[in-house]
């Protein structure tokens, strides 16, 4: 990766020689280069799936990061897109910090661009439960958003064209016991405030804002809300990702990705899971794998699936003609090929092979239900 | 990757419902597929680069693994071709097991070629030193090898148009103090039974064994010996690599793999290291590279250096026009982009940035010398 | 690691030397010494836990590598005993080699004395379903069980006084779609040749048999069944663990284990899961938590829990007095240590923090309940 | 690890249930709580072996993270103690960061304590070369260090009883060809404000340093020179440990520490590599291993190494009576048990099996000489 030199503003006299050195120092001591890594995940027709994680802190909020460790850490994981969206109402370090909420942003900003990734200006209005806490992405100016009423602050971000999303709506901090929709949802909701839900924060899911999502037609949305160090929390270079929203974009510009949030082309990629709708899971796991089905003799059939992906995905029998005998359940690792075998009985010349992709949820805790067709 | 399925030859009556379960459970209980994991690294001009392993035990001599483990592992880890060279005079398990010398090939053989794995037919003449133990690639019939006098032996390889060389010639076991080169060779060698050396053995590198390659025109190859599963050595999940042949073959097929051994087109591929010619190193850095230098004002010059393999490269400045000011030694890290700095002292326009590649031993413990030119 | 040397048996004449080196060569080569790695894990009060792994594959059945390959891996994973249970009739490979039942045990005893392994003779009946497949443990001549009745078979491991158990009980090649328990069972269980059964086959759970164990006194077993490399499957350097059975055992010894068995006292470990008697999982969690409760004022307390083993452990909130505000769901680290707070409302003084430890799993696919009390 | 929480200083009133609740969710969220895992170095006859890392930076200069993610840092990785060690004369966040030079020191405090690591104040005097940087440990107030001259910032921490040391004496940023020791240098030393070198800087060792501190007395210092997150350089999870000042101290306390300091007890542990003076690398070398010589029979004597510690040592045969017949070199590894044979040939009796321990550096890049002793 590119290896980012920060200049000091002002010289002092007697430092002059020691920073000639220091900006070349900055450039070889850096020695440890970035190297960008590469989630395998397919496009859609029409669309490119962009890796994005909307929901970040650094230290001009509670994070513990300066602002372009967080473009770093995109850059080494493949990212496409993060906003970092530091609390407008929770900033412990302002007596260390000058705190203008647009700060974060504009120190970041140009390392981002340098290295390609998409920076999108965002800010959390953070409130007891009810309402709770709100990201707003693609800002002009945080600082709008700094009032006593949060009804103000929402319609701060919306006067910016901001598109808002209630954050981890079943954290236990504010909901101990269950995920409540509390009637100034309905509120914020009918105001046109809320326009999607993080379904997933850090790698914890709630249900029931699946179930809301799709009654209430919101956009669905799963970030890591990091505040230390990302290793801190998983390693991708010991092959765990972090969590985050995919987006289905007809560009990747952030301009494409907020018609794609607005129009819910999204999915959440948690650990092993992908949640989403129906129309963009079922296309997800047809992209990433080709399928292959052979008859090898009159009562035996061969089915070959080369994952081309780095998804895993557990398909468990559902119901079924009981004369294809096949497997109970079965595995489909990344990047691997399986063969599985099916044995036609008492006289079946075909049928389907059912199952439900059990970590492909289109329902909440509900996996996809999938065939595979034996032709007679 | 495919998953393999052994049948038992002969089906007692009381097994045959056994065997059916057994056939369809074969093909559902590997659910732990193999993938298929590929180092990058550059083809040549007009060659294709194979990575090989010419040196591998089974428990057809004194291995611990069947053969088709063998294959497995190779696919798993990218490699194109390998070689099984049991030994002919050293059989700890012949109590156990029928020994034919070509049985490990035999049952290897369809794995491979299931698998797309290039399986070389291959033995070790297992004696002591002098003269040591040597292999024969590209073998017909390895029972002709079975001879008391290692004369006959290395006859029988010849006449089946064997390639051959002498393994681990700095063995302690077999030369406590110093690797020497004995009459015995010396006759081997000039009845020309003796085509190349292996310079390393699994991770340990021979150096006197590399000169002697230089002075007398042999093959450079590098092999892992491996008797236990591979991975108690190497972990390829966790990023180490076996050590291994790259050979630069103008096709992907055994005779291609023969007609490059005997051209002396390899080089060695052990942990960090790469050994051989200049010509091929060289072109193996140059297209791993892109580089590109851009003078950013009259004094300072900018070199970008992007990585597309996953060689790492240890540079180590030489002498220079001291009026260019660099790094005094800088690693290039696996698939990463770096930016050096230059500075132009004193009124230099330009110059050569010179260094030696510590890692690229194209003489006996010597790197590869090298330059990026700026143009004034 | 004791690295262990095998000696050819018969020594040719022009072998001689050669042996000689091989013999210093066996000792230096192997450089790729041993670690014993060991995973904490509490001893019950009165009993030492062993962890062991009782159905185990070589090239004697139809696994891929030498016998003494399985001691190298136990003891590399800090095992306490192994047993290897290789098929009693289906032994693809015995075309090369020759098949007493009794070989595999042989080959490996002195290896596994030498690494302080406990080895335990065993066998496996393989039959179609029904029975389906039997391992019987702590044989004195597995040739004995080599009959054409499975009713015979397992009579003559009762006559050895085998510890035997039925096999993964709901493998779907032989069970397509439930797991069936069928007439056979009850009538070898009459007989009392069904002391267990394996409740985890690699890291397949099956929940029905489970219930089996809990209706009708049988031990619960959970065992890797391996076929490969033990890496294929579970990298220990990596942090995974192989399934295994712990046994409570009075003392270290093979006899020690048998009584364990045959008195129910064991645990299952597969992946994050414990699976076994409330009475055992509780004393295991108990002993691997230091727990300290603490009020910091009228209001909040301060739980600290610091957890000494490699388990961990997922707490779910249960019903509870609602005055106590805490957690929804905790994971609990191996080896870490976590403030757990608890904020007293409305007046309450005290009162019991309830949670579910989910992956404990005293009953089928369900969490053990436990509170933390807080006193008043 | 206790998980700290941090508390906003003022709250606004309709911040209130806010922060009630985002206290309580301190606490649980960070649930991936802090595992402190161990190295294992042995002590020292006397002396307790601390684990230290005596130059890093945070936001306060030109590091990237907040001082308390250092303090979680060497929690992690076990260490015994740290100097957080912000340059005087650069920082380039000090538009944004209000600046006394104690802040660093005083927000990390108060989590060190409570983790237990015990944290040194320091400061980085940072000029141009000569003399280039040299870091003070053991302040009490870090601003009287920001002086015009050098000499000044020298004296000042001098007053302050401070241990003072050059910072990485070859950095090529400021050293472009060559390690020099220049005038200043000479003068700083007379006056007695250079009472040790830092040998190794990240992972770069300076052999002319090292001989330096041979020949004027001085403290041997390896440290991280950390900037970023420490996980972008070594990832402690997966096996690397960051490079570290071992103090052999009579005390585990920051005045054991000085004591140490001043009385040269160190070494420094960079990678696989121990640098330090032979008296104590040799103690380690003992102290982690247990050695065992037996005679199996007139000719053979079998020598078991134990290796109780993390280290691993690379054995190279040196000068020896060669009717001892042993390896030429071999490798220990970390918790390994090795069986090494020597064989006794034309009626040697016993002798010496001499080799050099080549990844101790006693003399500058030079191993350390050993021999196990064989009596007649």
């Not at 804002?209 to 801190?232: R, S, Y």
Request: aromatic share 10%; hydrophobic share 40%.
């Amino acid at each position: 990766m590119v290896i980012f030199v920060t200049f000091a503003q002002t010289i002092s006299k007697y430092m002059k020689r020691t920073l000639l050195c220091l900006l070349i120092a900055g450039l070889s001591l850096a020695g440890s280069a970035q190297t960008r890594k590469n989630i395998q995940i397919p496009n859609l027709h029409g669309f490119v799936t962009l890796k994005c994680d909307f929901h970040i802190h650094t230290v001009f909020s509670d994070g513990t990061v300066w602002p372009t460790v967080r473009v770093a850490e995109a850059y080494r994981e493949g990212l496409d897109a993060i906003a970092i969206t530091d609390h407008i109402e929770y900033r412990p370090y302002n007596g260390d910090l000058k705190t203008s909420h647009n700060r974060s942003y504009d120190l970041a900003a140009p390392v981002a661009k340098a290295a390609g990734i998409i920076l999108i200006k965002g800010s959390e209005i953070t409130r007891a439960m009810p309402p709770g806490h709100f990201n707003a992405l693609f800002l002009t100016d945080s600082e709008e958003l700094d009032q006593p009423d949060y009804l103000d602050a929402l319609r701060a971000a919306q006067k910016q064209n901001a598109f808002i999303f209630w954050n981890h709506p079943g954290w236990d901090a504010q909901q101990p016991d269950t995920t409540l929709w509390w009637a100034e949802h309905t509120k914020i909701w009918e105001q046109g405030a809320m326009m999607g839900i993080e379904v997933v924060n850090g790698t914890e899911y709630f249900p029931e804002a699946h179930q809301w999502c799709l009654e209430k037609n919101l956009t669905l949305l799963g970030n890591t809300d990091v505040h230390d160090p990302i290793q801190a929390h998983s390693d991708f270079a010991d092959g765990t990702h972090r969590t985050m929203t995919l987006v289905f974009a007809k560009e990747a510009t952030a301009e494409g990705i907020r018609e794609a949030l607005l129009n819910r082309r999204t999915a959440i990629y948690n650990r092993e899971t992908l949640i989403g709708e129906e129309r963009y899971l079922k296309e997800l796991f047809e992209k990433a794998l080709d399928i292959k089905v052979e008859k090898t003799n009159n009562t035996t059939v061969r089915i070959t699936i080369k994952n081309n992906s780095d998804f895993i995905f557990h398909l468990n029998k559902t119901k079924h003609d009981e004369r294809l005998v096949y497997f109970r359940n079965y595995t489909i690792v990344p990047q691997g090929t399986h063969v599985i075998s099916v044995r036609l009985q008492d006289g079946a010349q075909g049928g389907d092979v059912n199952f439900c992709v059990e970590n492909l949820l289109t329902q909440p805790n509900q996996g996809m239900p999938y065939s595979i067709k034996i032709l007679p």
